[in-house]
T-cell receptor, first 115, second 111 residues
């Protein structure tokens, strides 16, 4: 069964450094998302991406965050200058159509630790 | 602000028991409700519900939605230790292409 793959599985970085989290969505999916889950808390929406542009973003997704689909297969999340509070599990997800019609399929996540 | 509340927070059962998990929601312009199972990492998709009163089944799992009372339940019958996980409920609303998640119900099935 096709799946969403994320790399790396764990990333440790120092405060103020830039990180790029990578995702390969399911190949025929058109909608892409990033969510995060701080340890012990709810899964939170960050951003959705369709047709090469952001379709929605949350308040968390400020100027420090950006997303890109640099080629036909990868979808990346960049955090420009990491803060301690960015430590979380970051999940990439994709769906065939919008959320009204098709479920999101999640990757295994990247655990980001900011020290 | 959209809100999704799951109950109970956690429960412990023995193999063979039946569990019922609850999800209530307050969202503007509801479109869909989804259930996910989260073991160690990725939430894995279980059900997507958009219409009231139509039960969805997959093996020992089933789910139903009540759009009038704004809740959904997930049932697991004849539980097995492999059902131990956090079960997440998420709701999609018309205002935007995002899911709002509840806090999850942690289920532990003892042999």
């Amino acid at each position: 069964e096709p799946e969403v793959t994320q790399t790396p599985s764990h990333q440790v970085t120092q405060m103020g450094q830039e990180v790029i989290l990578r995702c390969v969505p399911i190949s025929n999916h058109l909608y892409f998302y990033w969510y995060r889950q701080i340890l012990g808390q709810k899964v939170e929406f960050l951003v959705s991406f369709y047709n090469n542009e952001i379709s929605e973003k949350s308040e968390i997704f400020d100027d420090q965050f950006s997303v890109e689909r640099p080629d036909g297969s990868n979808f990346t999340l960049k955090i420009r200058s990491t803060k301690l509070e960015d430590s979380a599990m970051y999940f990439c997800a994709s769906s065939e159509a919008g959320i009204y019609n098709s479920p999101l399929h999640f990757g295994n996540g990247t655990r980001l630790t900011v020290t | 602000e959209d809100k999704v509340v799951q109950s109970p927070l956690s429960l412990v059962v023995h193999e063979g028991d039946t569990v019922t998990l609850n999800c209530s929601y307050e969202v503007t312009n509801f479109r869909s409700l989804l259930w996910y199972k989260q073991e160690k990492k990725a939430p894995t998709f279980l059900f997507m519900l958009t219409s009231s009163g139509i039960e969805k089944k997959s093996g020992r799992l089933s789910s139903i939605l009540d759009k009038k009372e704004l809740f959904s339940i997930l049932n697991i019958t004849a539980t097995q230790t492999g059902d131990s996980a956090v079960y997440l409920c998420a709701v999609g609303a018309a205002a935007g292409n995002k899911l709002t998640f509840g806090g999850g119900t942690r289920v532990l099935v003892k042999p």
